[in-house]
């Protein structure tokens, strides 16, 4: 390693360190971080851009910015000149990552994994510069491989080594099936590296144990290997759990601009940097002043997080859209005003109906008794009116705005 950083010029050198620091910021783990300073240096003696891999199996094509962590991470390779190999597993999606999961998956048909790489991508275009990325379908090589070749690969892995999974040995010692097939998905995601000759692959840190499997393979095949980098998986809204929409702890990145703003808004003050430094494209500098001002108090954390939501909106949905967000979020928690962006439904119920009925009907709320509690709680309103009864009947009337909580609001229109 000593070899190829002696060659760089003073230039080069800073200019190494500098994308080095950007890289190895808010990961887990860097494997192994001299490697990674070897792989810069070449690339910028070499003027060849580095290959950046992330695999990605279309199981579950709803995305939320706890998705985008590891997309910012590629975005910053990207913004350096380097190439970017998505590559969507059209054929290990069939079998599905068994990662985390205590029964095998459902196998995909061609139709569904089909369908939900594209809407992978129509949301990913929203960090990445889609023009600026290599997109693979992994079945163009692997559906190629023979069963002789299937077995080669094989030879190249212990069973002690893919036991070593927490999901497996899991299932295994709760008496659960693990089928064989599974224990080849890691090993097809590591023969990607080798046929793209990836130089690093990003992944979450749930994903250790594959993303590590390329480096392994690359090296049994005599390549070059790949340095991993793992970033950590980002807590929801809670500030407990990992974001997730099965949760309801999640921002979905085609909310709406209100929506997101009013939900980052929302998140616990110990998230602030996290969300800063692992899903917006602040400069470094940036994301540590943030860091520095939050420690020391020079910045309140409302106004903090009034920057993050708004910066996190403007990712997705542009300056324009960001700075009505910001503005609709200070009318409504700020001066008590009603939002200009209400969604209007169009009415067909009954004329007089008691709130709990009229708001699970919209289905602002699951059911009845959770209305009742809200009102109890003092989180529904009517025409801006607080309600306190929770038998209350109202009459349904053109432009009738109903309000759950802080972000909830439907106005109604009679035909």
């Known amino acids: 390693m000593g070899a190829i950083l002696n060659q760089l010029s003073d230039e080069q050198r800073k200019e190494m360190e500098r994308q080095y620091a950007v890289y190895t910021h808010g990961t887990s783990e860097v494997i192994p971080g001299d490697e990674l300073k070897n792989k810069i ?30 997309l910012n991470k590629l975005r910053q390779f990207q913004e350096n000149g380097h190439i970017i190999q998505l590559i969507i597993g059209n054929f290990t999606g069939k079998i599905g990552d068994p990662t985390g999961k205590s029964v ?9 994994v089909e ?6 991508l129509d949301q990913f275009g929203k960090v990445l510069d889609e023009n600026k990325v290599e997109l693979h379908y992994n079945a163009k090589w692997l559906s190629e491989l023979k069963f002789e070749d299937v077995i080669h690969l094989a030879g190249k892995i212990t069973v002690a080594r893919l036991l070593e999974r927490d999901d497996f040995d899991k299932r295994i010692n709760a008496n659960k099936p693990v089928s064989l097939h599974e224990f080849f998905y890691p090993l097809m995601q590591g023969y990607d590296s080798i046929h793209l000759e990836s130089d690093i692959e990003i992944g979450g840190n749930d994903q250790y144990f594959n993303v590590l499997m390329g480096r392994h393979l690359q090296e049994q095949f005599g390549k070059e290997k790949q340095v991993v980098l793992t970033m950590p998986l980002l807590e929801g ?36 940097v996290t969300y800063t430094e692992l899903i917006t494209d602040l400069s470094l ?8 001002e939050l420690a020391s108090g020079k910045a309140h954390p409302r106004a903090l997080k009034m920057h993050l939501a708004k910066t996190i909106v403007r990712q997705f949905h542009g300056q324009e859209k960001a700075q009505e967000a910001e503005e609709s979020f200070q009318k409504v928690f700020q001066q008590n005003k009603l939002p200009t962006d209400i969604d209007e439904v169009h009415w067909e119920g009954e004329q007089y109906i008691t709130v709990p009925y009229l708001v699970t009907s919209l289905g602002m709320l699951g059911s009845t008794s959770e209305t009742r509690r809200m009102i109890k709680n003092g989180g529904i309103k009517i025409n801006q009116v607080k309600v306190t009864d929770i038998h209350l009947e109202i009459k349904v009337e053109d432009g009738l705005v109903i309000q759950v909580g802080k972000r909830k609001f439907k106005k109604l229109k009679l035909k």
Do not use: F, W
Request: glycine content about 6%; hydrophobic content about 30%.
């Open 104 to 112: 095998a998956r459902v196998q995909l048909t061609d139709e569904e």
């Open 115 to 120: 369908r939900n790489a594209k809407t992978y």
């Open 285 to 292: 500098s940036e994301k540590h002043s943030i860091r520095d």
């Open 41 to 70: 240096a070449k690339s910028l003696l070499e003027n060849k851009p580095l290959k950046v891999k992330l695999g990605l199996d279309p199981t579950a094509p709803d995305v939320h910015i706890g998705h985008t962590v590891v």
């Open 237 to 272: 809204l809670d500030g407990v759990e990992k974001m997730s929409k099965s949760k309801g702890n999640y921002i979905g990145i085609t909310e709406k601009p209100s929506e997101i703003y009013g939900k980052v808004m929302s998140i616990p003050d110990q998230l602030i």
